[in-house]
């Protein structure tokens, strides 16, 4: 298949990108564009935007997935993310787009719910891993609908689930406030503005630096929960240690009872003393009964001299 010549002329222009997308990591993104559009040559811009924003994408099964809703007071699915697998096709799928022109009022609620309850289900090529974005692009030229009160509360929701939001609007209809409001955070790398359809290009390269921008927050996220959950587990472990240091003080504590050796002790110095007041008589009394015999062999040999 050969790409348009639109394409053709963007692929062109990508070396001017400010940055280089990091695109071997998959996402997968949602177009959405407001059709409250005053005539084709208006209508001829916002498609051709798509296609440059999709033009510095590589498309692919293991890659980036695109799809594209349309919305005014209601909202439709153009094709979903697992419709087209390559670029050439998802640039002649927008080109394909009919012009609808817009009804009375823009409708962002239908838009997001559209988004969560039908683009970014796994039956339509949503992929567990891959970083969601949804690239919502307003001209806001006809009223809002009075159930857009519930569009703040609808755009947290679709957050809630992991979705990135970038918001594009035509400064001069579109709301200062609720943009931002919508969209992720930072506002500097999600809210966009042009000042005419005609310069609605101009926002190219912001948008597609935000998705990269956004890209690589979903991968920093997904690292920073598998270090904390890490983490999470060192407590449990230390828990353990004061458990066994109180086994090993109770066991200090029967030492004590041995300390009975003292008694022994004091039995010994006892016997000892016994035996020498029994020993002490005993050789007392033969030393007195030797000398006696002594004094009187020499009275006897004295006597004997002077008979």
């Known amino acids: 298949m050969t790409l348009p010549l639109s394409c053709w002329m963007c692929l062109l222009e990508i070396a001017n990108c400010t940055e280089s997308p990091r695109w071997h990591e998959k996402a997968d993104i949602v177009l959405a564009l407001e059709l409250s559009i005053d005539d084709l040559f208006q209508w001829s811009y916002a498609r051709q935007y798509l296609i440059d924003i999709i033009c510095r994408l590589q498309i692919g099964p293991d890659k980036t997935q695109v799809g594209v809703v349309t919305f005014s007071d209601r909202a439709y699915v153009e094709f979903h993310l697992n419709n087209h697998t390559d670029r050439s ?97 930072p506002a500097n790398s999600s809210v966009f503005w042009f000042a005419s359809p005609g310069q609605i290009s101009n926002t190219t390269n912001d948008v597609v630096d935000g998705i990269s921008e956004m890209t690589r927050n979903c991968v920093l996220t997904t690292t920073t929960t598998t270090t904390i959950t890490t983490l999470s587990i060192m407590p449990v472990i230390s828990a353990s240690k004061p458990t066994t240091q109180s086994t090993t003080t109770t066991q200090f504590t029967t030492k004590p009872i041995t300390t009975r050796i003292p008694v022994v002790t004091t039995t010994r110095p006892t016997t000892t003393t016994t035996s ?3 020993t002490t008589p005993a050789t007392s009394t033969t030393t007195t009964t030797t000398a006696e015999t002594r004094l009187r062999s020499k009275r006897r040999h004295k006597l004997e001299l002077f008979a």
């Open 276 to 278: 020498k007041t029994i």
């Open 89 to 185: 096709t998802v640039a002649k799928a927008i080109e394909k787009i009919n012009y609808r022109p817009g009804g009375r009022y823009y409708n962002f609620v239908a838009a997001l719910r559209k988004v969560r309850n039908q683009m970014f289900m796994p039956v339509n090529g949503a992929r567990a891993g891959a970083c969601k974005v949804l690239v919502m692009v307003a001209f806001c030229n006809n009223n809002i609908r009075l159930d857009n009160l519930y569009t703040l509360p609808e755009s947290l929701e679709l957050r809630s689930t992991g979705v990135k939001i970038i918001m594009v609007g035509l400064a001069s209809r579109c709301s200062r406030y609720l943009l931002p409001m919508m969209a992720s955070r």
